[in-house]
């Protein structure tokens, strides 16, 4: 125990990288939208009531669910996400992507993520004549990934980081798709049993 693992920070001291890391963690949320999946969400370990939730509604998807579980390893590396975690700093450090709802965060709920050219920008409700109608509203089904990326990538301190269900689209899965592939193939046969299988094609008698 105690070793560094692919998505651990670069530099970090184990006792299998005793000089420190050296190379690029990946990025689970990246990763999954790299491989074009359709459901992805982030939660921390100790929000038992989102993480519950997520739990649920990755079961009810349609396909494969990737969630990422921010934890705390209080042996051997404690306070790794302390800096988002801290009670007194969470609301501005954190920012919960609910379907259908501006993504609006901080103590005093008046900070918003707009869209600002290609990128996300970190805004203050009413500064510079920012309203709560500027703010993105997350669609966690919307099809083109660009923007659930975006939100994947966000990293303090210069952005919250996202938690909640990110992305959940609905698309046709691997399964049903063979299945139907399959179903296809059957009613096009005009094989019926396994002896008419066996002497479908080129057979050979043996004498």
Known sequence: KGQYSPTSKKGQITKTSPYGTIEQPFNPGALTIGAQGTFFARAIDVDIALVSNIFVQ???????????ILQNC?????GAHGYITDREEKENRQILLE???PMIFGKNRDKGIVLNGLDLQVV???ENGITEKD????DAHMQNPIIHLALINMKAPDFPVAVGIIRDVNAETYESLLLAQENEQIEKSSITCMDELFMHGNTYEIV
């Open 135 to 138: 703010i993105l509203v997350h």
């Open 99 to 101: 379907h259908g709802k």
């Open 74 to 78: 209080v042996i051997f590396n404690n």
């Open 124 to 126: 203050t409700i009413g």
């Open 58 to 68: 990755a079961a009810k998807h349609k396909g494969t669910s990737v969630i990422e």
